[in-house]
C-alpha cells in the first residue's frame, strides 16, 4: 500500500470504479451464461448419455457410417467451395469500392447490403424460381441458344453453391472493404515513386496490407457455411446433405437427441478448430481489425 | 553513392491545375538548377502539395510542363519518374523490415542480392540506423522511421528527392536536429530537391532558394537571406518572420511616417502613394541618446513586455495606434536601456532594414 495523503480515499476511489464496471458487465454475463454456455453444456452432456441416462460413446461411434463422413465431406466440400468464390468475387467488388467517387461508393454499398435486408427464406426462394427448369436462367438459355436442354442448376450442388455464395458475398465483402479503405493511399504512392508498377504495387504492397480483411472474411464465410441449413435445405432438394441437416433429421425424424448432440458437439469443436488454427497462424488481433 | 553525378535540372512551365472551380495551381513556373534544394513555403491550402504531387506524378495538371533536364515528364506515369519521396507519414511498408524497405526500390530493379544488402546497409549507414535493417517498422521511434524514410528515397539515386512536410510528425528539438541533418545529407549527394512545407524557419535553415507559394501563385522566389530581409509583398513578409505593418505616404520619393520622413537604404526605391513598413522585433532598437545618428525614429508609448528567456518582448504602442513588438536580447546592459510600462520610447531602425511593400487590397 502506498503511503502519502489521500493514499487510502484514491484507492478506494480506484477500486470503486472498477467495481462499477464489473457491475456493467454483469447482465451480459448472465445473459451469456444462461442463454449459450448452459444449453452446449446440456448438449455435451446429452452426446455421452444414452436414453436410459447411462454412459455411452455409441453416438460418436455412429458417425463413423459412410451416411455421416459423406455428409460430413459434404459439408467441407460446399464451404470451401462457397469461400473461394466469394473471395474470387467479393475481393475485385471491395477494391472497386475502395477505389470509386462517393456516390458511386454508396450504389455499391446498397447493392451489396440489400441482400442483407432481406428475409434468408425471401431469397432463397427466389433463386429456387430463377434456376428451376423452366426459370429465367435457363429460359433465358435455351432462348439466346447458347444451350438446347435446360441445365440441371438446382436441387443439386451447383444450385446449392449458387445461392448459398449469394447469400455470404456481404460477409466477405465488408471486412475486405474495411481492411481496404484503411491502406493510406500514400503506401501505394511510396511504392510507385520507388518504381513499382501498377500491378506490382498492387500485388506486392497493397494486397499484404488487405491479407487480414481477406482472412477476416474467409473464416467468417467458412464457419458460417459449415453451420448452414436453410439455403442448402431448400436449393439442394434434399440431394445435398450439410451437416446441419443430419442434425435436424436426428431431432426431427428419429426424435434421437443423444445423436443430434453428438453431431452439434462435433461442428462447434471443428469450427472452434479452425479458428483457433488461423488464431495460431495469423494472430487473433487481425481478425477484429486492429493493426 | 556518388555525389549528384545524374541530378537534372527541373523545369516547371505555367503548371495549372484546377478542382472545379478552385484554381490550387495558377500557371506556375520554377526553374530548379542540378543539384539544388529548393523549398515551396506556404500555408495550407496555397498549392505547395498539389505542386509536388504534380512532379511525383501523382495528379495530373489540366496544363503544363514539367522537365527534367531534355526530358519532357508531365506524361510520364510516377513509376518511371525515378524520383525518390519521402512522404509526410512516411509511408513505410508495415509488412517488411527496415531493410526490406530499404532495400525494395533496389529489388524492383532486379539488383542482385549481395549488392542490394550492401547498398541497404551504405543508405542505413548514411542515416545513421546501421545495423537496423532487421528490426520492424513498428519497432521504430518517429526520428528512426523518418530516416529510414529517407534512406528508403535515396538509395536508388534517384534524379530528383521530393520531401512533403517530413518533419511535421516530430518534437521541436528533433526537428531542429534533423534539419541539419538534411541540410549535411543534400551536401554530401548534391540530389536535386524539392522540399514542402509551411515552416518558415525550417525553409530558412535547409533551402538554397524558397519559393514562397499563396493561392496557387508564386509570391517570391530568392535565397532565404533576400527573402527574409527584402520580403516582396505584404503576404511574404507577413508568412516569412514575423512582422508589423505601419502605413507611410510616399511622396516625390520621399517616404514619410507621421510626417517625419525615413532614409531607405541605397538599393531601395519608393514608388509614390500609400505604402507598409515593414518592422520586425529583431531589427528594432532602443534610441537613447548616443551612437544613433542616421537611424530612422519611431515614436511610441510602451504598453507591456513579456519575458521569453533567451530574449524580452517589448510591446510599443506608436502613432497611429498600430502596436509593434520589439525584440532585444537579454543581455544586462540591453535590459537596463529598456522603459518601463507606460514610459514613451523612441525606436530606432536601420535606413537598411526599412523596407517597404504595396499597400494592395489589405487594412
Known amino acids: 500500500m502506498t503511503e502519502g495523503p489521500n493514499a487510502g480515499a484514491l484507492a478506494a476511489a480506484e477500486r470503486g470504479e472498477r467495481r462499477g464496471l464489473f457491475l456493467l458487465c454483469t447482465p451480459a454475463v448472465l445473459l451469456i451464461s444462461i442463454v449459450i454456455f448452459l444449453p452446449i453444456g446440456w448438449l455435451f452432456a446429452l452426446s455421452f448419455t444414452t436414453e436410459q441416462g447411462g454412459l455411452t460413446l455409441e453416438h460418436y461411434a455412429r458417425m463413423l457410417h459412410p451416411a455421416y463422413t459423406k455428409s460430413f465431406q459434404t459439408t467441407f466440400e460446399l464451404s470451401f467451395l462457397v ?209 | 553513392m556518388k555525389p549528384g553525378v545524374t541530378a537534372p535540372p527541373v523545369a516547371i512551365r505555367e503548371v495549372t491545375k484546377t478542382y472545379g472551380r478552385f484554381r490550387a495551381l495558377d500557371a506556375v513556373s520554377l526553374d530548379i538548377a542540378a543539384g539544388e534544394f529548393v523549398t515551396l513555403l506556404g500555408p495550407s491550402g496555397s498549392g505547395k502539395t498539389t505542386l509536388l504531387m504534380v512532379l511525383a506524378g501523382f495528379v495530373r495538371p489540366d496544363a503544363g510542363s514539367i522537365r527534367f533536364g531534355d526530358t519532357e515528364m508531365v506524361l510520364t506515369p510516377p513509376h518511371r519518374r525515378d524520383i525518390g519521396i519521402v512522404f509526410q507519414n512516411y509511408a513505410l511498408f508495415p509488412h517488411m523490415t527496415v531493410a526490406g524497405n530499404v532495400g525494395y526500390p533496389l529489388r524492383l530493379r532486379r539488383i542482385a542480392k549481395a549488392e542490394i544488402a550492401r547498398r541497404v546497409e551504405e543508405a542505413l549507414a548514411l542515416v545513421q540506423l546501421q545495423g537496423y535493417g532487421e528490426r520492424r517498422v513498428d519497432q521504430l521511434s518517429g526520428g528512426q522511421r523518418q530516416r529510414v524514410a529517407l534512406a528508403r528515397a535515396i538509395v536508388f539515386e534517384p534524379r530528383i528527392l521530393l520531401m512533403d512536410e517530413p518533419l511535421s510528425a516530430l518534437d521541436k528539438k528533433l526537428r531542429e536536429q534533423m534539419q541539419i541533418e538534411i541540410r549535411q545529407l543534400h551536401e554530401r549527394l548534391g540530389i536535386t530537391t524539392v522540399y514542402v512545407t509551411h515552416d518558415q524557419r525550417e525553409a530558412l535553415t535547409l533551402s538554397d532558394r524558397i519559393a514562397v507559394i499563396d493561392k496557387g501563385r508564386f509570391a517570391q522566389i530568392d535565397a532565404p537571406a533576400r527573402l527574409y530581409e527584402r520580403p516582396a509583398t505584404r503576404f511574404v513578409a507577413d508568412f516569412v518572420g514575423e512582422s508589423h505593418f505601419l502605413p507611410v505616404e510616399v511622396s516625390a520619393g520621399v517616404v514619410r511616417l507621421g510626417g517625419r520622413p525615413l532614409a531607405l537604404g541605397a538599393s531601395s526605391t519608393a514608388r509614390d502613394g500609400a505604402a507598409l513598413l515593414v518592422v520586425r522585433p529583431e531589427k528594432l532598437d532602443v534610441i537613447d541618446g548616443q551612437d544613433t545618428a542616421g537611424l530612422n525614429r519611431i515614436d511610441g508609448v510602451v504598453e507591456g513586455s513579456v519575458y521569453q528567456g533567451e530574449s524580452f518582448l517589448l510591446q510599443v504602442r506608436v502613432a497611429g495606434g498600430v502596436r509593434v513588438t520589439m525584440r532585444q536580447p537579454t543581455r544586462r546592459e540591453a535590459l537596463r536601456r529598456l522603459p518601463g510600462t507606460g514610459e514613451p520610447i523612441t525606436l530606432g531602425l536601420h535606413p537598411e532594414d526599412t523596407i517597404l511593400v504595396a499597400a494592395e487590397g489589405t487594412p
Open chain 1, 83 to 291: 469461400t473461394a468464390i466469394c473471395a474470387a468475387l467479393g475481393y475485385p467488388l471491395a477494391y472497386l469500392m475502395s477505389q470509386v467517387s462517393a456516390v458511386w461508393r454508396a450504389m455499391i454499398f446498397v447493392s451489396v447490403l440489400f441482400p442483407f435486408w432481406t428475409s434468408l427464406l425471401v431469397r432463397t426462394y427466389a433463386w429456387l424460381v430463377l434456376l428451376q427448369r423452366r426459370g429465367l436462367v435457363n429460359t433465358w438459355l435455351q432462348e439466346t441458344g447458347i444451350v438446347d436442354e435446360p441445365l440441371r442448376l438446382v436441387h443439386n450442388f451447383t444450385g446449392t453453391a449458387i445461392g448459398m455464395t449469394h447469400i455470404m458475398l456481404p460477409f466477405m465483402v465488408l471486412p475486405l472493404y474495411a481492411a481496404m479503405t484503411a491502406v493510406d493511399r500514400d503506401y501505394v504512392r511510396a511504392s510507385a515513386s520507388l518504381g513499382a508498377s501498377p500491378l506490382k504495387s498492387f500485388w506486392q504492397v497493397f494486397f499484404p496490407l488487405t491479407l487480414p480483411g481477406l482472412l477476416a472474411g474467409v473464416v467468417l464465410v467458412f464457419v458460417l457455411c459449415l453451420g448452414f441449413y436453410v439455403t442448402p435445405a431448400v436449393l439442394g432438394g434434399g440431394r445435398v446433405l450439410m451437416w446441419s441437416m443430419s442434425i435436424e433429421r436426428s431431432v426431427a425424424v428419429y426424435s434421437d437427441w443423444g445423436a443430434a448432440s453428438a453431431l452439434g458437439v462435433v461442428l462447434l469443436v471443428v469450427t472452434l478448430a479452425i479458428l483457433w488454427v488461423m488464431n495460431r497462424l495469423f494472430g487473433v488481433e487481425r481478425f477484429i481489425g486492429a493493426r
